[in-house]
């Protein structure tokens, strides 16, 4: 048997591996440099006077061949800007999987809506249609569709189940830039979707978002003015329409932005080789990789793979502690080892001071989210493994990941030493 480094043996990776978390792990060059120079330079700074937030809108727009683009702070902007663009009444209903970003529920609390959790697939992981189905009534106004994991939904169920109930559906491809779902980009199949490029993302501007639609007014409201203080500013003067947030991105992130873009297909590609060559090298190896669905293409915004504790000799935690002392960058369970509504935010209505909004209203249906209301989910939380992953993986990175990976479960494995 191996010695672990967690007994004091040697780490299967030898010394740190690229991470998103700085340029080891991030591709930038000299032209973000010059972008942004050229912003300093012009003492533009804000998209109200340079010209660098319309560009990338313009960029992104025609990259997903959709109509508006909306440049926004965060990931988390774009999305409570595009719950605001459905203009929800207080206690309306949005389903989403809690197999996600805490970003995904925050913008539906924020608007008063009520956070419906449908269950996940037990392979994918992502959120299963049977169960959007289940949790529909007569108060649900969308599907809230994460591609987790950057693999794409089963956009075809889900659009027909959306078609059948006129229900609107918001694509969250934070994770899932250029996935696609046979041959659509994911983001082009709901009503509205959105971006994140926070620093861990396939392309970065630090923080930032995007949200991407055909259409840019329904709901009695501009799709704009969501995410602009509700200001119709293409009218002149000043008017506020509705209550909205200043979710601005601002010329130096739209200047990297732009040039990240122009990198996106170098950067999901190399996620995505470098994660199918991980898979082969853990054929052998006793776990499951969490694989896109047939007939699409997952572009890995973590490496995912899921453990069958019933052939391990130690919980899941021995195992993630076994593997980070081996050199390996990930965590148990997404977003956590608990699903998104066992958070205190959803569970115990921590919300607007002591009222428990919009949990607690008398027009809102009430949910036990204390309960186990989406038990694969629940499983999945506690059986996966995400690693972090980057585009700058090698080789020797992916040979020592796989033998980190093998050394450990190969050690834990209840029938280590029986064969
Ligand atoms: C699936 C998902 N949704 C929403 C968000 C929120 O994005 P941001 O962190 O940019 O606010 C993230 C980012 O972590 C995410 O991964």
Same mark, same amino acid.
């Given at each position: 048997?191996?010695?672990?480094?967690?007994?004091?043996?040697?780490?299967?990776?030898?010394?740190?591996?690229?991470?998103?978390?700085?340029?080891?792990?991030?591709?930038?060059?000299?032209?973000?440099?010059?972008?942004?120079?050229?912003?300093?330079?012009?003492?533009?700074?804000?998209?109200?006077? #340079?010209?660098?937030?319309?560009?990338?809108?313009?960029?992104?727009?025609?990259?997903?061949?959709?109509?508006?683009?909306?440049?926004?702070?965060?990931?988390?902007?774009?999305?409570?800007?595009?719950?605001?663009?459905?203009?929800?009444?207080?206690?309306?209903?949005?389903?989403?999987?809690?197999?996600?970003?805490?970003?995904?529920?925050?913008?539906?609390?924020?608007?008063?809506?009520?956070?419906?959790?449908?269950?996940?697939?037990?392979?994918?992981?992502?959120?299963?249609?049977?169960?959007?189905?289940?949790?529909? *009534?007569?108060?649900?106004?969308?599907?809230?569709?994460?591609?987790?994991?950057?693999?794409?939904?089963?956009?075809?169920?889900?659009?027909?189940?959306?078609?059948?109930?006129?229900?609107?559906?918001?694509?969250?491809?934070?994770?899932?830039?250029?996935?696609?779902?046979?041959?659509?980009?994911?983001?082009?199949?709901?009503?509205?979707?959105?971006?994140?490029?926070?620093?861990?993302?396939?392309?970065?501007?630090?923080?930032?978002?995007?949200?991407?639609?055909? =259409?840019?007014?329904?709901?009695?409201?501009?799709?704009?003015?969501?995410?602009?203080?509700?200001?119709?500013?293409?009218?002149?003067?000043?008017?506020?329409?509705?209550?909205?947030?200043?979710?601005?991105?601002?010329?130096?992130?739209?200047?990297? #932005?732009?040039?990240?873009?122009?990198?996106?297909?170098?950067?999901?590609?190399?996620?995505?080789?470098?994660?199918?060559?991980?898979?082969?090298?853990?054929?052998?190896?006793?776990?499951?990789?969490?694989?896109?669905?047939? #007939?699409?293409? #997952?572009?890995?915004?973590?490496?995912?793979?899921?453990?069958?504790?019933?052939?391990?000799?130690?919980?899941?935690?021995?195992?993630? *502690?076994?593997?980070?002392?081996?050199?390996?960058?990930?965590?148990?369970?997404?977003?956590?080892?608990?699903?998104?509504?066992?958070?205190?935010?959803?569970?115990?209505?921590?919300?607007?001071?002591?009222?428990?909004?919009?949990?607690?209203?008398?027009?809102?249906?009430?949910?036990?989210?204390?309960?186990?209301?989406?038990?694969?989910?629940?499983?999945?939380?506690?059986?996966?493994?995400?690693?972090?992953?980057?585009?700058?993986? =090698?080789?020797?990175?992916?040979?020592?990941?796989?033998?980190?990976?093998?050394?450990?479960?190969?050690?834990?494995?209840?029938?280590?030493?029986?064969?």
């Amino acid at each position: 048997m191996q010695d672990l480094a967690i007994n004091g043996g040697p780490r299967a990776i030898e010394s740190t591996l690229p991470s998103f978390r700085d340029a080891s792990g991030r591709t930038f060059g000299q032209e973000e440099l010059d972008a942004l120079t050229e912003v300093i330079k012009s003492g533009r700074l804000s998209f109200l006077t #340079g010209p660098k937030t319309s560009e990338f809108e313009r960029a992104f727009a025609e990259k997903y061949g959709v109509k508006h683009a909306v440049a926004v702070a965060n990931g988390t902007a774009a999305l409570h800007t595009a719950v605001i663009y459905l203009n929800p009444e207080p206690g309306d209903e949005i389903i989403l999987s809690p197999v996600t970003d805490v970003g995904t529920v925050i913008p539906v609390i924020a608007q008063l809506a009520i956070p419906v959790f449908a269950d996940v697939d037990p392979v994918t992981q992502n959120i299963d249609p049977v169960s959007i189905e289940r949790n529909i *009534t007569p108060r649900t106004r969308a599907i809230l569709v994460t591609h987790v994991y950057g693999h794409p939904a089963d956009m075809d169920a889900i659009m027909a189940i959306a078609r059948k109930h006129n229900l609107v559906v918001i694509e969250d491809c934070a994770q899932a830039h250029l996935a696609y779902y046979k041959d659509k980009l994911c983001g082009t199949f709901g009503d509205i979707a959105c971006f994140s490029f926070q620093q861990s993302k396939h392309m970065t501007t630090g923080d930032g978002g995007m949200v991407i639609s055909n =259409e840019d007014e329904r709901f009695g409201r501009g799709l704009r003015h969501c995410s602009d203080k509700g200001w119709p500013r293409e009218r002149g003067g000043r008017d506020h329409l509705f209550l909205a947030p200043n979710y601005h991105m601002t010329e130096l992130q739209a200047a990297v #932005g732009l040039e990240q873009l122009k990198k996106l297909e170098q950067f999901v590609d190399a996620r995505v080789a470098s994660a199918d060559r991980l898979t082969e090298l853990l054929a052998g190896v006793d776990v499951q990789p969490v694989l896109p669905l047939e #007939g699409t293409v #997952g572009v890995y915004f973590f490496y995912s793979f899921r453990l069958d504790p019933s052939k391990l000799s130690v919980p899941v935690t021995q195992v993630m *502690t076994a593997l980070t002392a081996e050199g390996i960058d990930g965590f148990i369970g997404y977003p956590g080892q608990i699903p998104l509504y066992k958070y205190p935010v959803v569970r115990d209505h921590k919300t607007f001071g002591s009222s428990g909004w919009p949990f607690t209203l008398e027009a809102a249906r009430k949910i036990d989210y204390s309960s186990v209301l989406c038990p694969e989910a629940e499983r999945a939380c506690q059986e996966t493994i995400c690693m972090w992953w980057t585009d700058r993986l =090698e080789e020797r990175h992916l040979q020592q990941i796989a033998a980190a990976i093998h050394k450990v479960i190969s050690t834990y494995s209840k029938s280590a030493g029986s064969a």
